[in-house]
């Protein structure tokens, strides 16, 4: 197996984690908007097979181009896109319109766009299983920058909802201020692959990912402080904080991650 497929296989898992958090976000979301519009059951689909084909990419050893995953890929993208608008307009209609209120409450713009995100690298994923290392180095670049702007992206969306808790536990800064790190040095590599200093994006983004797994465990806690706690599931789960979230940040790392290493073999 090459370099280049280890690394597919990578971002394969970063768009598996990317379908899960969206599958189950959005699941709970659209539960508890009772599927008014029947519209709600389709990123529900798409995420589940986002989901199914990057775990079977995550298992495929094969340096060749999948075109089946690639097709779920580009249906992720399009439906996150959909998504994206469907949520707008959601904001719009309300009373108050683009209000702080409105955003803190209303359709949350988090998951669409963690759709678009798991579409585009995981067809980055079966790009780059085709190509040689001068190729997948150049589309290193393109992920790493993808990768960076779905970090700030993710911490714009924790940042809003943290304010919205009032950031009651200290612990709530740290994905507004860990993530925001990693974000600048994986872009500043995007525009200028890194030399011997790539250790320093790459320590980073392993602590990001390591919040974000932590951040599932805080939440769940979270989770436990409501009325009833985790006996009380079935209402805790609705209104306390999002445990689907913050595995994001994790996914987008591990893309971040095998664009740093694609673009180390090529300098290599």
Same mark, same amino acid.
């Given at each position: ?5 280890a ?8 768009? &598996?984690?990317?379908?899960l ?7 709970? *979301? ?8 029947? &519209?709600?059951y ?19 050893? $094969?340096?060749?181009?999948?075109r ?13 896109l ?13 009373p ?6 409105? !955003? ?5 713009v =988090?998951?669409? $766009?963690?759709?678009? !995100? ?5 067809? /980055?994923?079966e790009g780059?299983?085709? @190509?040689?290392r001068q ?17 700030? =992206?993710t911490?714009g969306?924790?940042?809003?909802? @943290?304010?919205?808790?009032a950031?009651?536990?200290?612990v709530m ?24 200093? =790539?250790?320093?994006?790459? #320590?980073?983004?392993?602590?990001? #990912?390591?919040?974000?797994?932590? /951040?599932?465990?805080? @939440?769940a ?5 409501n009325m009833?706690?985790?006996r009380?599931?079935?209402q ?5 904080p ?9 996914a ?11 673009? *180390?073999?090529a300098?290599?």
């Open positions: 197996m090459s370099d280049a497929t690394n597919a296989r990578q971002l394969n898992l970063s768009a &598996a984690l990317l379908g958090s969206v599958l189950t976000d959005a699941g709970v *979301e659209h539960y508890r908007g009772s599927f008014q519009n029947k &519209a709600m389709v990123p529900l689909v798409s995420a589940a097979l986002t989901l199914g084909a990057s775990l079977l990419g995550v298992a495929d050893p $094969a340096p060749k181009r999948h089946g995953r690639d097709a779920v890929y580009a249906l992720a993208a399009v439906t996150g959909a998504g994206l608008g469907f949520h707008a307009y959601n904001i719009t209609k309300r108050g319109g683009w209000s702080w209120l409105n !955003l803190f409450y209303a359709a949350p =988090g998951a669409p $766009a963690a759709m678009v !995100l798991a579409g585009l690298l995981g067809r /980055g994923a780059i299983r085709n @190509h040689d190729q997948a180095a150049k589309s290193a670049r393109l992920l790493a920058a993808v990768s960076a702007a779905g970090l700030a =992206g911490v969306e924790a940042g809003l909802l @943290h304010f919205r808790g950031y009651q536990n200290p800064f740290l994905p507004v201020t860990v993530p925001p790190i990693a974000a600048v040095l994986l872009g500043g590599a995007a525009l200028r692959p890194p030399s011997k200093r =790539g250790w320093l994006t790459r #320590a980073w983004l392993r602590v990001t #990912a390591a919040l974000g797994l932590a /951040g599932v465990g805080f @939440h806690y979270g989770v436990s402080r009833g706690g985790w009380n599931w079935s805790n789960v609705l209104n306390g999002p445990l689907p979230a913050p595995p994001s940040f994790t987008l790392a591990i893309a971040g991650l095998a664009a740093l290493s694609l673009m *180390e073999q300098r290599d």
